[in-house]
């Protein structure tokens, strides 16, 4: 069996960039003059050579503005002070209090309901409303309001602890693992960072003894099958569950490895992997230099290359990513395929695909019953996209933070954007549609002040999109 199609689900779970483009590619927020090409060559050189004044004046006369938005609609800025609030929203404030110490339900919700909607940047009005649905045996609706809160606020730290404990204590190590480590990665230098990454690493291993757990009781209901019913499809599906639990149980970086070199070699047999050092040595560095700046340094990564005209890119568990040359063949320059590069690192050290391949590997067999679009990979799609927004942000930070123009990602969805042919609607996508993502990234780069004129690497750039075409005609 070809095992790219065996992994085809790894693929889809490791969250699969794929945009087929029409036409000529056109960069109108880069170029939009006919001599910024080379004046953005000149200011990258500038740039390189440490005269950063010199390059941003360059960069600035071919960048245009971003489009005037509200800030806020995305990441408002933060009311932690209750006296700050209109007079209107402190009486919801104290109405919500009161009713919660009373068990007045009614008088609770109404009042939460109506301050996070006349006050969406009052903080601790999130922390309420997801205790009040917690203790109205709400759960699921408390999760995803912690979730919009941790959306709306990634650097305060109290959002964050409440919605790893929600989740902890609701039974999912995994997903609380992820919101702790996504909190310590944004925010590197707040004073609490070595507390969430250690509540990261404890939710980790209390997510392996389940595994653990899961292990054994599927390799139990195999032994029982076999004897009771003498084989047949159910002692399968247990054995292939008991499979795949004792691979999960491995860890992310033996995970990673097994599928990587599964997909390596059929990439191989295929004739599709790119093995030229110089293609190999300018995607190699940029990721371990993107890596790097992730702060979990426990996985070896991995960069590899295949010969496909798709924009396609996904990544693997243990930090194990795949880059089409498609994807390469589009970006306008280094710091849009850095921007891409990071957006997969960051799905990696988010365990984000370790932890799709669990909850899916352990409904496989609800899923070799159904196609997909079923019910069972509808109601995933929700969650693929929070972990993509996720990964827009840190992916982000991580460009900025090593010197790139920190606007590649938004400026490669502002590409495939002008050259989406899809009218497939975003709450049908497991990814949020391109000019979601352009929007909510522009405000993320305006309110942290990240740096968009800073290195494009065009010229480089453009060395390795010439050398991927001469190779691809030999």
Not at 231 to 240: P, R, V
Request: glycine share 6%; aromatic share 8%; proline share 4%.
């Amino acid at each position: 069996m070809n095992i790219i199609r065996k992994f085809s689900v790894v693929a889809f779970l490791a969250f699969v960039v794929t945009i087929i483009l029409q036409g000529v590619l056109h960069n109108s927020y880069l170029l939009a003059q006919s001599d910024c090409a080379s004046k953005v060559i000149q200011a990258d050189r500038l740039y390189a050579e440490g005269d950063r004044t010199a390059a941003e004046q360059l960069y600035r006369q071919c960048k245009q503005p971003f489009a005037s938005q509200d800030l806020a609609t995305y990441f408002p800025e933060p009311i932690t002070d209750p006296t700050q609030l209109r007079p209107g929203a402190q009486v919801y404030w104290r109405e919500a209090q009161q009713g919660l110490e009373r068990g007045q339900e009614s008088r609770t919700m109404t009042a939460l309901n109506l301050l996070t909607e006349q006050a969406p940047d009052f903080v601790p009005a999130y922390p309420l409303l997801a205790q009040a649905l917690t203790e109205y045996d709400r759960a699921e609706e408390a999760q995803a309001v912690l979730e919009q809160a941790a959306t709306l606020f990634p650097y305060d730290a109290d959002i964050a602890r409440a919605r790893t404990e929600a989740l902890s204590e609701a039974g999912y190590p995994m997903e609380a693992s992820m919101a702790a480590r996504l909190f310590s990665m944004v925010n590197p230098s707040h004073p609490e960072k070595d507390e969430f990454v250690a509540m990261a690493d404890e939710n980790l291993d209390d997510f392996k003894k389940d595994i653990r757990r899961e292990y054994m009781t599927t390799g139990i209901l195999g032994a029982v099958g076999n004897l009771v019913f003498g084989g047949g499809d159910l002692l399968s599906n247990a054995l292939d569950s008991a499979s795949f639990a004792a691979m999960l149980f491995e860890g992310e970086e033996e995970t990673g490895n097994r599928l990587a070199a599964a997909t390596v070699e059929d990439a191989q047999a295929n004739n599709v992997l790119v093995e030229d050092p110089v293609v190999l040595e300018y995607v190699s560095t940029m990721g371990q230099d993107i890596a790097d700046q992730m702060g979990r340094d426990e996985f070896d990564y991995e960069f590899h290359v295949i010969a496909d005209d798709s924009i396609n890119a996904f990544a693997l568990p243990g930090g194990k990513v795949f880059i089409n040359t498609g994807a390469i063949l589009a970006a306008n320059s280094e710091a849009e395929l850095a921007g891409l590069v990071a957006h997969e690192v960051a799905h990696a050290v988010l365990s984000h695909g370790y932890q799709r391949l669990a909850t899916n590997g352990l409904l496989s067999v609800a899923q070799q019953a159904l196609p997909l679009g079923n019910l069972v990979g509808l109601a995933s799609l929700d969650f693929s996209r929070d972990n993509e927004k996720q990964a827009d942000i840190l992916g982000t930070r991580a460009i900025a933070g090593f010197g790139y123009a920190a606007d590649g990602l938004r400026n490669l969805f502002a590409t495939l954007n002008e050259r989406s042919s899809s009218s497939q609607p975003e709450y049908l996508s497991t990814h949020p549609a391109p000019p979601s993502r352009v929007s909510y990234l522009e405000a993320l780069i305006q309110q942290n002040s990240y740096n968009r004129y800073a290195y494009e690497g065009v010229e480089a750039h453009a060395r390795i999109q010439k050398r991927i075409q001469e190779l691809s005609v030999q």
